[in-house]
């Protein structure tokens, strides 16, 4: 047996109790290392000075979110703030990704859930989608004309908001992960394909992208029950089905990255990966499980409008089926038939997931991991299994 399959399995047998959070900063610190490792020392110093100046701005932005409402501290403290992101902050960004060849596009936004925290004025460094440039430009370009999605670059926006890489349908806009322009290209292997799989589905939502692979997936739980924010389990007060496909290109990524560099580091990132999946799968089954019962049973908790389909569990809490332009039709002759094949599938493919986990965890099959995304596509595409 291979030594990186054997040290993984042994990992993965004695760490599924790490935390979440710890097996991440452990992740980052590596990460960062080797990136170091591969640019100049020069680089290494402006990139140094680009994190601190972000960490000043984010100790403002955290200083911020303390006001309730907006008074004199808080627009001394917003004035200091938009002086720091749009004077030096922005002059270190221009300044590497000229270094990097990388055609850009600067807006600034102001984005907040407070009146106050709305008066922030955040650069938004846009990639431009053309070739003959960098890779991040390259991206860009394919990106804009398979679903016209943007790639953006703006790490205050990103920590003011608690994520490392997100797709912003609003914007319709994947936000770059901090470390990108480092090395002009996508920074991690693992986060941004994952988020780019949620453009391409919001997309097909939208009937502006055709996939081969008609997954179950448009739809998600919302909660207004207030959360314990030490709780480590994610996705808490709002789960989209689609995460049941997106995790499968991260785990799939982290057994790749096992089998290439075989890190400490990557071993504890697949771990928290399937810990995340199994979490996303056990909830999406129970939800869908749930909404097939309130089909069959409780109709009247239930709204179907022309493009969704709302199932009510409580005064707090709902699951809604999204449907995507090319279903409309389809859905629109018999809702609640549609709505329950839908949740059907959702359930299966979540026992799938759970199936290959176990596979993983419990008897230790690195080629589970290995494979776990295209296996998924097996089966989604299987039409003698059409029920998934």
């Known amino acids: 047996m291979q030594n990186w399959l054997v040290k993984t399995i042994l990992l993965i047998l004695t760490v599924l109790s790490l935390d979440t959070t710890a097996a991440n900063q452990c992740v980052d610190l590596f990460s960062k290392a080797t990136r170091f490792s591969n640019i100049s020392f020069e680089e290494q110093s402006q990139y140094k000075e680009l994190q601190n100046v972000a960490d000043s701005v984010s100790l403002k932005i955290k200083a911020l979110y303390a006001f309730s409402e907006k008074n004199e501290k808080s627009e001394q403290l917003v004035k200091a703030l938009n002086s720091e992101l749009n004077e030096k902050y922005v002059n270190l960004v221009r300044n590497f990704l000229q270094q990097k060849n990388i055609e850009y596009q600067m807006i600034r936004i ?127 007060s709002f789960l989209s089905f689609e995460e049941l496909v997106t995790y499968a290109y991260s785990i799939t990524a982290d057994a790749k990255k096992i089998k290439r560099e075989g890190s400490l580091a990557d071993r504890s990132t697949l771990v928290s990966s399937l810990k995340i999946m199994k979490s996303i799968s056990e909830r999406s089954a129970e939800f869908a499980q749930t909404s097939i019962m309130y089909i069959e049973r409780l109709p009247h908790w239930i709204t179907d409008y022309d493009n969704s389909f709302t199932v009510r569990l409580s005064d707090d809490s709902q699951v809604v089926l999204q449907i995507p332009e ?16 839908e949740f059907e599938k959702i359930q299966k493919l979540a026992e799938f997931n759970l199936a290959q986990i176990q596979k993983i965890n419990l008897d230790g099959d690195m080629t589970a991991a290995l494979n776990f995304r295209t296996d998924q596509i097996k089966i989604l595409l299987d039409k003698t299994a059409h029920s998934l």
């Open 326 to 341: 090319a279903d409309l039709l389809t859905y629109q002759k018999n809702p609640f038939e549609y709505a329950k094949k």
């Open 110 to 236: 102001n984005d907040g859930p407070e009146e106050h925290l709305r008066d922030i004025q955040y650069p938004i460094f846009m990639i431009s989608p053309v070739d003959k440039k960098s890779k991040l430009n390259k991206y860009a370009l394919g990106l804009n004309k398979v679903a016209g999605v943007s790639l953006i670059y703006s790490p205050p926006f990103n920590r003011a908001n608690g994520f490392a890489s997100a797709f912003i349908p609003s914007m319709n806009a994947i936000v770059l992960h901090e470390n990108a322009i480092l090395d002009g290209q996508f920074s991690d292997s693992r986060i941004t394909p994952h988020e780019i799989k949620h453009a391409l589905f919001y997309a097909e939502l939208k009937g502006e992208y055709e996939s081969k692979i008609k997954a179950p997936i448009f739809g998600f739980y919302k909660s207004t029950k207030i959360v314990d924010s030490n709780t480590k389990k994610p996705y808490q």
